[in-house]
């Protein structure tokens, strides 16, 4: 059973481009949780998804960030008109139900110059 | 609201000091709590992981250990190695939320 994967795992934007960041679950896990990790400091939750359904996107920034999660493919965040605060490693975790253990993807490292 | 403090938030020791981290948290109500291990510009690796029900979790010379009802778990890790240098993590699953809060990590360096 292959772990969370991400990709890319790096991935360089300038300054107003859209950034696709992209996350296959754990097989049989259907719910989903975006992180974020800015440089030197701890993983903040962003969005928790599940299948089709944006459950919780407390921690996401109103503007320019989206996240789905379709009943086919993997989930994708998208972040557009990136500025250079955005620079940041992205997680991804799956859970087979809510409240369960996560299992947490590499990552992906987003640099914009 | 689910707050998550780790101390100290650095620590430096030579080779072969059994070692303990320290995560506290808020609330009690938690179902899990987990402890990463993260290098330099890398991912998470999970340590151990101990469901609400457990007291402690052991894996080679790590041991964890949980008490709710004073919102600590604490991390041990024995006769410690250059190679155990990293940050430590330890992110709590709370039963009034489906997200992780983290700690903010300890920065822990062994040096020879």
């Known amino acids: 059973n292959a772990g969370v994967m991400q990709n890319p795992r790096h991935l360089v934007r300038r300054r107003g481009q859209e950034a696709r960041l992209r996350c296959s679950p754990m097989?049989?896990?259907?719910?989903v949780y975006w992180y974020r990790q800015l440089p030197e400091e701890g993983l903040k939750f962003m969005v928790y998804?599940?299948?089709?359904?944006?459950?919780?996107e407390s921690g996401m920034p109103k503007e320019r960030f989206s996240a789905e999660f379709p009943k086919e493919g993997p989930s994708i965040l998208r972040i557009q008109q990136v500025v250079r605060g955005d620079s940041a490693a992205y997680f991804c975790?799956?859970?087979?139900?809510?409240?369960?253990?996560?299992?947490f993807g590499p990552g992906t490292r987003l640099l914009v110059l | 609201k689910q707050e998550v403090t780790q101390i100290p938030a650095a620590l430096s020791v030579p080779e072969g000091e059994n070692l303990v981290l320290n995560c506290s948290f808020t609330?009690?109500?938690?179902?899990?709590l987990q402890w990463f291990r993260q290098d330099p510009g890398k991912g998470l690796t999970s340590l151990l992981l101990?469901?609400?029900?457990?007291r402690e979790q052991t894996s080679g010379r790590l041991n964890a250990s949980l008490d709710k009802s004073s919102g600590r778990s604490t991390l041990y890790i024995a006769a410690s190695q250059p190679g155990d240098s990293a940050t430590y993590l330890c992110?709590?699953?709370?039963?009034?939320?489906?997200?992780?809060?983290f700690g903010t990590g300890t920065r822990l360096q062994v040096f020879p």
């Open positions: 975790a799956s859970s087979p139900h809510a409240r369960e253990t996560q299992y």
């Open positions: 097989k049989g896990h259907s719910h």
């Open positions: 998804l599940q299948k089709e359904n944006i459950i919780d």
């Open positions: 609330d009690s109500a938690i179902y899990n």
């Open positions: 101990i469901q609400s029900s457990q």
């Open positions: 992110a709590v699953g709370s039963y009034n939320t489906d997200k992780l809060i």
